[in-house]
């Protein structure tokens, strides 16, 4: 079973409408014209915490196993999440903790399950997003050999 996941870090933002539904449009395409089998939708949030009290509620412990998992699969085939973490300290608590922010559009392709691939994410130099992978699994919809087929990065 191959799957679309699209995490957003929130419904809206300036100038991301347009963007955002153009994102989703093509991955629905995909999966009516059969190249996945099913596209999902979540919402982040604009950052995620990872001190032991916000990770220990049950969203933030997902979203953060979630992104998690995309290191992992980052790691296995040396590629770079563009990510953002971050050290805060309090000015009023003295506490310190760290911070996620996800990219405005993150796209997980799975098969099975698996994690086949995590864009936006650079390996061998080129970057390659979120937008640039639908559009290459969109041509390969309409005959030449979808990405999401070989698992690996649109050239």
Known sequence: MRTLDLYVRSLVG????????????????LERTGVVDETRFTVLG??????????????????L??????????????????????PVRSSITGQE??????????LVCRVDGEIEAVYP???????????????????GAEGTPSPLDVGTVPE
Do not use: M
């Not at 300036?14 to 395409?29: E, S, T, V, Y």
């Not at 903790?97 to 993150?106: A, G, L």
């Not at 994410?121 to 290459?136: C, F, H, I, M, N």
């Open 65 to 86: 196993r979630e992104i998690d998992r995309w290191r992992s699969w980052a790691e296995a085939v040396g590629a770079t999440l563009l990510l953002d973490e971050h």
């Open 97 to 106: 903790f760290r911070y996620v922010v996800p990219p405005t559009v993150t």
């Open 121 to 139: 994410s650079r390996r061998d130099g080129s970057v390659v997003t979120p937008a640039d992978y639908l559009e290459a699994a969109t041509d």
């Open 46 to 63: 604009e950052k995620l915490c990872r001190c032991g009290r916000c990770a220990s509620r049950r969203p933030t412990r997902e979203r």
């Open 14 to 29: 300036p100038g991301n409408h347009d963007k955002q539904d153009d994102l989703l449009a093509a991955a629905a395409r």
